[in-house]
């Protein structure tokens, strides 16, 4: 059994399969929690916006999820959507497609992948430059036409990092 602070485990090592064994037990229990309302597939797409999606937003927020992981919740979000709690029927779009934007073709289910680095890299930046989240990335937007930013290389500036 491993120690969980705020719902998270406490380890010291890369995040491992059983480790994440929680999450997604949190993801079984909520889809076997609307066997009850046989929802339609419009309530299966806003189910999984609103609620499952944030279920590893936050755990994508703590950790890089490893791919073993991410191929789960995506199994479980996919089986939900085509199936429903029913446990019928088959993927009738792949993955991919389904996590375009609505514009684009898609779903607008956001790929978990994705969604991990960008939770990743805002980490980067707030270690990097703390205090400037939301304002430091408006900055990086203005330089899109110079082949992009690399941030570690970005000059350092600021009270904070002179000690």
Known sequence: MSVKYLGLP???SRLSLSNCRALLDKF???IQGWVRILPSFATRIQLIKSIL???NTYWAMAFILPKGIIKEIEKRLRNFLWKGVTGMGYSKVAWPQVCNL???GGLGVRDIQS???ALMSR???EVRFPGLVGIGWLALIGHQGDGGVNILLMPVTGAYWLH
């Open 28 to 30: 079984d229990r909520r």
């Open 123 to 125: 980490q980067l930046w």
């Open 53 to 55: 999606m944030t279920l």
């Open 115 to 117: 969604l991990n680095l």
């Open 102 to 104: 609505v514009d684009k």
């Open 10 to 12: 406490l380890i010291s």
